[in-house]
C-alpha cells in the first residue's frame, strides 16, 4: 500500500545490488530521496487507470479486469525487462491492483510485502496533503502568510483528517485485503512479509531469506543506513473521524491476517506516519 515504507525498501533492496528499473521516479514532498518506482510499470498502471476514469494515483478500492491488450502490454515490459537483467523487481503501490494479471504473467515470482498499519498509512496520506499546503505557504509573505500561520494551520490537519479519514482507509482495507487474497494462492516460499520498521533490526533474516532461499546475488547494507527517524512521525488517532466503525474491524482484521505471515512474530516496537 501507499506509503508503507515501500521506497525505503526498494532503496534498501537497490542499495544491496537489487535492479529495480532502469529510470525511476525522483523525490517529491514526502519522499526527499526518491520513490525508487520504476517508470515503466508506473506509466502502464497509471495508463490502465485513467483509461477507466480513475486517479492514476491508484487510490481506487477495486478495478475491472484488464483486457487482453492490457495484459500484452504488462507482458511486453516483463519480457523486455527479462532480456537484460537475470535478477530484478519493481515497485508500485498500484501493482496490489494487479495482482492476479501478475500471478499469471509470472507464476514463479516472488513477492516481498511490507505491511504498515492502517493507522500509520492515512494519517502519512494526509501529512503528505498537508505538507505541500505548508510549502505552498512557505513561498508566500505578507498578509497571506500571517493568515496561514494564525489562523489556517491550526485548522487545516482537522479539515484534512475529516475529509480524506475514511476514504483512505477505504484504500488501505481493499489494497491489504486483496495482497491476503493474494498470498493465499501462492506457495509459502515465495513470499516474505514484515514491516519496514522491524528491518532496522531485522535486516540480516531478510537478507538471508533473499539470498539463501530465493538465491538473490545481494551486497548486504545495513538497513538503519538509510533510515532516519527524523522523517518519521507519530500516527494521528484517525479512528474518531471515521463514521463507518465497521470499517475499522475490517482493517484490523487484515493486518491481523498479515501480520501472522511476518518474518517478525511480534509487531514492531513502534509505528509512525512518515
Same mark, same amino acid.
Given at each position: 500500500?501507499? $506509503? *508503507?515504507?515501500? =521506497?525505503?525498501?526498494? &532503496? ?13 521516479? /525522483? ?91 492502517? $493507522? *500509520?498509512?492515512? =494519517?502519512?496520506?494526509? &501529512? ?13 509573505? /505578507? ?132
Amino acid at each position: 500500500m501507499h $506509503r *508503507s515504507g515501500t =521506497s525505503l525498501v526498494t &532503496r534498501w533492496l537497490n542499495g544491496c545490488g537489487l535492479h529495480v528499473g532502469e529510470e525511476l521516479i /525522483g523525490a517529491e514532498t514526502g519522499n526527499e530521496d526518491g520513490h525508487f518506482e520504476d517508470i515503466d510499470f508506473l506509466h502502464a498502471h497509471q495508463s490502465i487507470l485513467k483509461g477507466r476514469r480513475i486517479t492514476d494515483e491508484g487510490y481506487t478500492e477495486a478495478i475491472p479486469a484488464l483486457s487482453n491488450d492490457e495484459k500484452d502490454t504488462l507482458n511486453d515490459i516483463i519480457t523486455y525487462k527479462n532480456g537484460f537483467n537475470q535478477q530484478w523487481g519493481w515497485k508500485d503501490p498500484r501493482t496490489c491492483l494487479f495482482l492476479d494479471t501478475y500471478r499469471q504473467l509470472i507464476p514463479a515470482a516472488f513477492y516481498f510485502v511490507v505491511l504498515r498499519d492502517y $493507522r *500509520s498509512v492515512v =494519517s502519512s496520506l494526509i &501529512r503528505r496533503i498537508y505538507k505541500r499546503t505548508e510549502k505552498k505557504y512557505s513561498l508566500r509573505s /505578507g498578509l497571506s502568510k500571517f493568515i496561514w500561520e494564525h489562523f489556517k494551520k491550526k485548522r487545516r490537519m482537522r479539515m484534512l483528517l475529516k475529509k480524506h479519514s475514511q476514504h483512505y482507509l477505504k484504500v488501505w482495507i481493499a489494497y491489504n485485503e486483496a495482497i491476503a487474497g493474494h498470498l493465499q494462492q501462492l506457495p509459502a516460499d515465495n513470499y516474505i512479509v514484515t514491516d519496514f520498521t522491524a528491518l532496522c533490526g531485522g535486516d540480516e533474516p531478510v537478507f538471508r531469506h533473499l539470498t539463501e532461499q530465493w538465491g538473490f546475488s545481494l551486497n548486504f547494507l545495513r538497513f538503519k543506513n538509510i533510515f532516519r527517524k527524523s522523517q518519521v512521525h507519530e500516527p494521528a488517532d484517525i479512528d474518531a473521524y471515521i463514521k463507518d466503525k465497521t470499517l475499522l474491524n475490517r482493517a484490523a482484521a487484515a493486518e491481523a491476517s498479515l501480520r501472522r505471515l511476518s518474518m517478525f512474530n511480534a509487531n514492531p516496537q513502534a509505528l509512525y506516519a512518515v
